[in-house]
């Protein structure tokens, strides 16, 4: 190592939630920890245009804790900016990170199209971030390596990749690089979790990167969701209208659909059509089928629940939908409303005061979610602003990242004191209450780093 110094970029996910890019920089080595795209607000969304303050060719090696888009949709940008090395993660997280990646540069493709059919972008032409041609060259990198096994990366550097709960395949990051212990939090799962099991929990930490995005605020139990879940179906059927559930298609869709089904077959919510609008969750499904050491779910419960939904795959079939009438539960991604099918159920359905449409996650600062939440009584969807009139709900303690007791009680199995904590992932509140808590409970001192900033290790 050129003068035993270590240089860590806060490259996304540093003073914000999305956007997760934190860079090791060993000196001769340069190892990547995650690789997403900012989500949310525009300013953010922007900076997914630039190229980012290093040089993408001397990175050596990508590695990933799992594969939301928000720590892997950066990815086919990076390839494009010649990037060239492995992208390592765990078997499930490059199955899923293919999914949503092909997802998103067919999202991303469909909407500059649209875009300039209908000539609302500002650009002409409008172009994708990346499309599928990108995405079909970045998969060739792809390398899916063993949970919980110690993997030499180079001289002196070697990686293990821990359960994490959170969505299938998710893990936390141990980086060893010459004796330092970097721990990687990446997203933390819940401790009780319908679907996956409990994270582990890292024993040796010396500089502790630790995700804050529920920081301060706690959960309620999953079990005391479903009862309001279950009430929010009748009101909604009396009123006559449909009941329309924005959802990642990781995890979160396959959850509503569990309890959706376990609410019927209980007969506590009238039978009526139920559909899973999301290719991607559809694919996911079938990655839930493959992966029995990852999540609770048995082989038979599965197939039983998917029985009784409708699964949508073609674009021909939501066109249609959409402007059925009927009542019905609706789950379609995005889960914050940043994309997706969703958009196409609220472009005709947004004016019925008798639907309902039901938030069941984290709604970062600048989505279209977020700003239903808080009152908003337009959206604007491909580029033409719909008058809202739906009823909006959230229900919470269905999320699946850990909030501030889970996160806190996330570290409580290490030994030592860790020399450097970086608090990140996480809005301003959050992640200063993550910091007083940390301070208050084990007397450590953390930082929260701002984006593109360099904290220099010895």
């Given amino acids: ?32 920890i995650d690789c997403g795209l900012f989500q949310g607000l525009k300013e953010l969304r922007l900076k997914n245009w630039e190229y980012p303050p290093v040089e993408v060719s001397e990175i050596d090696m990508v590695l990933l804790t799992h594969g939301h888009l928000d720590h892997t949709g950066y990815l086919p940008r990076l390839v494009k900016q010649g990037f060239k090395g492995p992208i390592y993660g765990t078997n499930p997280t490059m199955d899923i990170a293919k999914i949503i990646l092909n997802d998103s540069g067919k999202i991303q493709e469909q909407e500059a199209e649209r875009a300039n059919k209908e000539g609302y972008s500002k650009h002409s032409p409008a172009e994708p971030l990346y499309d599928l041609k990108d ?42 690089v010459h004796g330092k212990r970097f721990v990687f939090s990446g997203d933390i799962g819940r401790t009780n979790d319908l679907l996956l099991y409990p994270p582990l929990k890292p024993k040796k930490a010396d500089v502790l990167f630790i995700e804050s995005t529920y920081g301060g605020r706690f959960h309620p139990d999953e079990v005391d969701a479903i009862p309001q879940i279950e009430k929010l179906v009748k009101d909604t059927f009396d009123r006559g209208g449909s009941l329309f559930v924005p959802s990642f298609s990781v995890e979160r869709a396959q959850l509503m659909m569990l309890i959706f089904w376990k609410l019927l077959k209980e007969n506590k919510i009238p039978k009526v059509q139920m559909i899973m609008d999301s290719p991607m969750g559809a694919s996911v499904l079938e990655l839930f089928h493959r992966t029995r050491d990852w999540h609770r779910l048995e082989d038979n419960e599965c197939d039983e629940m998917c029985s009784h939904f409708t699964v949508v795959k073609s674009y021909r079939e939501t066109m249609e939908l959409r402007n059925d009438d009927k009542p019905k539960i609706v789950i379609a991604g995005s889960g914050m409303l940043t994309g997706g099918r969703m958009l196409n159920y609220l472009e005709t359905q947004a004016q019925n005061p008798n639907n309902t449409l039901l938030f069941v996650g984290y709604q970062a600062e600048g989505t279209r979610g977020r700003k239903l939440l808080e009152g908003e009584k337009e959206l604007k969807v491909y580029g033409k602003w719909v008058p809202f009139k739906m009823q909006v709900a959230e229900v919470e303690g269905l999320s699946a990242h850990a909030d501030h007791a889970e996160l806190m009680d996330w570290m409580s199995k290490i030994k030592n004191k860790p020399e450097r904590i970086f608090i990140v992932h996480g809005e301003k509140e959050g992640a200063e209450a993550l910091q007083k ?22």
């Fill in 1 to 32: 190592m050129k003068n035993n110094k270590i240089n860590i970029h806060f490259l996304g996910a540093a003073g914000t939630v999305t956007g997760s890019k934190y860079l090791v920089d060993t000196g001769n080595k340069k190892i990547l």
């Fill in 135 to 176: 995405v079909e060259k970045t998969i060739p990198y792809f390398k899916g390596i063993p949970q919980a096994q110690w993997i030499p990366l180079f001289d002196g550097i070697s990686a293990r990749f821990q359960y994490n709960g959170h969505i299938l395949g998710a893990t936390y990051i141990e980086l060893d």
């Fill in 437 to 458: 808590g940390i301070k208050e409970t084990y007397g450590w001192d953390a930082q929260i780093p701002q984006l593109y900033t360099i904290e220099e290790l010895d």
